[in-house]
C-alpha cells in the first residue's frame, strides 16, 4: 500500500530543499498511526506568509497568517478512521483525505524559537495537519484538543 502525497511549492525560492520528504515521511508515519491500511491521496501546497494570509482569509474569514491550514474532505471521527465515509480518486481508487497547506518561513521561525529547528516543527505541523485531516479538532481548550495533542505527542515520538 503507498500513500500518495503530493507536495507542491505556490512561492519559488522558498528554501528548504528537504521539506517535501520529511512531509512525506510525517504524513505516511500520521496515517500508520491511526490505522489507515488503503492508500489515500493527501494534497500539499507550500507556502509564505501572505500565501496563508491570502487563503485564511479567503475560506476562514480570519485576515491574518498562520502556521498550517487544513482542509478535510470528509466527515470523521477522530480516532476511528473509516474508510467507507471517504471520497475516493476516481482514476486511482485511493481514498481523498484533503488538503494542507504550510507556510514554511513561520515553520522555520517557530523551529527556532521553540529550540528544536525548522526539520522537527515541519514534521509537528505535518502531524497536525493530517489529524485535523482524520477528524480531529481543537476548537476550544477541553477534551478535543487533549485528545489530539495526546496523539500529536504519541506519533512524535514524546510520549
Known amino acids: 500500500m503507498e ?8 512561492v519559488k525560492n522558498l528554501g528548504h530543499p528537504n521539506a517535501a520528504r520529511l ?3 510525517a504524513a505516511r508515519l500520521a496515517l500508520q498511526a491511526e490505522g489507515v491500511d488503503c492508500p489515500c491521496l493527501i494534497s500539499v501546497m507550500l507556502t509564505d506568509g501572505e ?12 485576515d491574518q497568517e498562520t ?7 470528509n466527515e470523521l471521527k477522530p480516532g476511528a478512521f473509516d474508510p467507507a465515509l471517504c471520497d475516493r480518486d476516481p482514476e486511482t481508487g485511493s481514498l481523498l483525505l484533503g488538503d494542507m497547506m504550510l507556510n514554511l518561513p513561520r515553520c522555520q521561525e517557530q523551529g527556532e ?20 485531516l482524520l477528524g480531529y479538532d481543537h476548537v476550544d481548550e477541553g477534551p478535543m484538543k487533549k485528545q489530539m495533542r495526546a ?8 510520549e
Do not use: C, W
Open 3 to 10: 500513500h500518495e502525497i503530493y507536495v507542491s511549492r505556490e
Open 23 to 25: 512531509i512525506k515521511k
Open 51 to 62: 500565501g496563508i494570509r491570502q487563503v485564511n482569509r479567503q475560506f476562514r474569514e480570519v
Open 67 to 73: 502556521d498550517v491550514l487544513s482542509f478535510p474532505l
Open 113 to 132: 524559537e521553540l529550540g528544536h529547528g525548522f526539520e522537527r516543527e515541519l514534521q509537528y505541523l505535518t502531524v497536525h495537519s493530517v489529524l485535523h
Open 151 to 158: 496523539r500529536e505527542k504519541a506519533i512524535m515520538g514524546e
